[in-house]
């Protein structure tokens, strides 16, 4: 399975870096657990003056046949800041628009904690089967997590909790 899986990370690493278009690398994660994620690729913009945003394509040790693009957003102090300031009932709107425009563009959402109240990560990814899996399928993940990375900043701005 192992030689199965090296063969996989290793397509994902030549598609993203021949993608003359997309302006990404993908980079081998050095320091992870092994047995926790039997892979993990770094996706890293290529123009390195531009926005990091985190990007990871993995493969979970519980999933048997797929393989997960993620993202997350943290917030930072002053983030926490201004989103602790907000009323409850606005906070619960923000997880509501965030939620409902991420599950629109078909991700998988999650928050942590996992409080409306006192929210600090913004998780979203897309899952790719191993038999579904191309060079389209992955560049169209990566760019569907920018948008939705690019969504996320601009909701949390409209409520201004600022990037």
């Known amino acids: 399975i192992m030689s199965e899986l090296e063969g ?4 994902v690493i030549k598609w ?6 997309a302006q990404f690398t993908a980079i081998k ?3 992870y657990d092994p047995r926790k994620y039997p ?21 979970p040790s519980d999933y048997k046949d797929k393989i997960s693009i993620y ?17 409850p009932e606005t906070k619960k709107k923000v997880i509501l628009e965030l939620s409902e425009g991420l599950i629109w563009m078909n991700l998988v959402v999650s928050f942590s904690p996992e409080s409306t109240q006192n929210i600090r990560h913004i998780g ?6 191993f038999d579904g899996l191309s060079k389209d399928r992955i560049m169209n993940a990566i760019t569907r997590i920018l948008t939705a990375y690019g969504y996320v900043v601009t909701v ?6 600022h990037m």
Do not use: C, R, T, W
């Open 8 to 11: 996989i990370m290793n397509k």
């Open 16 to 21: 993203v870096n021949n993608d003359y278009s």
């Open 29 to 31: 994660e050095k320091k």
């Open 39 to 59: 892979f993990l690729l770094n996706i890293e913009p290529s123009n390195h003056s531009g926005v990091k945003i985190p990007m990871f394509v993995y493969k």
């Open 71 to 87: 993202s997350v957003l943290s917030f930072d102090k002053k983030q926490i800041k201004y989103f602790d300031a907000l009323k």
């Open 124 to 129: 979203f990814q897309e899952i790719i089967y």
């Open 156 to 161: 949390l701005q409209k409520y201004n909790i």
